[in-house]
């Protein structure tokens, strides 16, 4: 919703006004250039208003800003690449910029009114002066009915670390720029380095994701949510989170595969939807997450709400995205509709195309779980038997041993007979 954008946009005006402040007004760095505008105007009577070069400098920031920030809305709106913003910023950002200061004093009133207007403000209010850390709380009820491993916070610290040094890397960069920009007359040489700044953000960006590579893997190829939720809950201390997990969608999954569908949502409803990378994830966990709880109105919400999310996206990536998680929560529905030759076709379909083990582990443990239905006791076997040997902490491990316990009684049964 764009109303929990607003006082993040109000933010970066305020600080990009104090920065052209400082440059045009502080630096000296638009003097000649309002002077000459002045004298092609005929007006010099302006270049005696006091603060005049800061006044100028705020404006010209925050409407820079707000071009910048309108932009990025378009590209996360329709999927664009980010090639794209780069070449607008690249070549096209006077333009940019004038429009954005163009529609500065309408962007305020509108952000203002959003923020003041965003639903249930009133309780966040309450929640914020009581000081209710949801990171905190989170991990308390986690630790009440799950283990938590600190064995794997050494894992954590790693993973800080480097993406510090990432960090600093990224704000090393912007200082060099800046003061390119200040000291250096030459157009040829700030876009060549600006050029050079994106593209060591895109690595140290595309650095930064694989750092979270083995903390992916303890969930998605070991098949252990308690290992992987437990660096999460430690990296999560070590940046000092309090509103927010880092990693949101991976931690849900955590909880959905311990069989904890309320924190898995819960975790979910504190990230920030309105980044594009979260997006599909959310309305794919919280689909399952509502299936556990066997709420088929919501799970059937989600599915409205993902067909809405990209409908009509040029981008394939984005496209292939949002049919996968529409895909993943028309299963549950067939589920909980007990439409099982559907739900078989999908599960093994899964099989086939995934490289990951608690896909594969959950695919066999509910196609198990149709063939348990369907008395077809042989077929029931083998995926239980799949998932008791590679379940590992997943709950599916537990329940796969009951009916594998259940199938037992039965042939012994049988034999007796």
Known sequence: MWKYQCKRHLLFLFGAAIFGAVIFGLLGYSEDALQQA?????????????????????????????????????????????????????????????????VLIPTIFVCIYGWLTIPNRSEHKNLKKNKVNSVAEVERVYRLHHKYLSEYEDLAKKVWDYTMRITLSYIIGLLVVFLLILWIDNMLVLMLSVFAYGMLYLI?????????????????????????????????????????????????????????????????????????????????????AYYQLGDRGMVKFQLDECEKAGAGTNNQAVALLREQCLTGIKNKLDLMDKKFDSCKQYFRAILEATPFECQRVDAHYYLGLIAFVDRDLDDAKYHFNYVEGHGNTMYFKEKAKSFLATIAKHEETVEEV
Not at 209 to 231: F, H, K, R, T, W
Request: hydrophobic letters at 50%; charged letters at 15%.
């Open 38 to 102: 002045a004298e092609m105007a005929n007006f010099e009577e302006i270049l005696e208003i006091p603060y005049l070069e800061y006044i100028v400098g705020a404006i010209f920031g925050a409407g820079a800003a707000n071009g910048m920030l309108l932009l990025t809305y378009i590209v996360q709106r329709y999927h664009m690449s980010f090639w794209f913003v780069y070449l607008i910023v690249f070549f096209l950002f006077s333009p940019m910029a004038a429009i954005g200061t163009l």
């Open 204 to 288: 140290m960006a595309r650095k930064k994701a694989m750092a979270m590579q083995p903390i992916i893997s303890l969930l998605y190829d070991e098949c252990n949510p308690e290992a992987c939720a437990s660096v999460i809950f430690a990296l999560a201390k070590k940046a000092r989170k309090r509103k927010s997990f880092p990693l949101p969608q991976y931690l849900a999954q955590c909880m959905i595969f311990l069989n904890d569908p309320h924190l898995a949502a819960d975790i979910m409803v504190t990230c920030e939807r309105n980044r594009g990378a979260i997006q599909f994830p959310y309305y794919t966990v919280m689909g399952y």
